[in-house]
Nanobody, 113 residues
Framework: QVQLVESGGGLVRPGGSLTLSCAAS????????MDWFRQASGKEREFVAA????????RYTNSVKGRFTISRDNAKNTVYLQMNSLKPEDTAVYYC??????WGQGTQVTVSS
């Protein structure tokens, strides 16, 4: 079993930045593809970004390309999502996922003036 804990969410003004972390325990995630998803109130959960086990490939949904960066530190068993130029439409609960199977509890990101 893998336990995932997201952190780093909060309230930020439009144009601001946040870095989310997803810390894994119970098992190494070094061989897993890791993803970030988000779910806005009243909407379905949507894919945001993904990174392969060796950081060789990253993928982003179109709405965050050029603003968000996914990265990982396998030595720390942690994945990150750097979010810049945040917009109100980025407001959501952000979740990380490991290997397509394991989910964290989410962290709230609110972008508002």
């Amino acid at each position: 079993q893998v336990q995932l804990v997201e952190s780093g969410g909060g309230l930020v003004r439009p144009g601001g930045s946040l870095t989310l972390s997803c810390a894994a325990s119970g098992r190494t995630i070094s061989r897993y593809t890791m993803d970030w998803f988000r779910q806005a109130s009243g909407k379905e959960r949507e894919f945001v970004a993904a990174i392969t086990w060796n950081s060789g490939t990253t993928r982003y949904t179109n709405s965050v390309k050029g603003r968000f960066t996914i990265s990982r530190d396998n030595a720390k068993n942690t994945v990150y999502l750097q979010m810049n130029s945040l917009k109100p439409e980025d407001t959501a609960v952000y979740y990380c996922r490991a290997n397509g199977d394991y989910w964290g509890q989410g962290t709230q990101v609110t972008v508002s003036s």
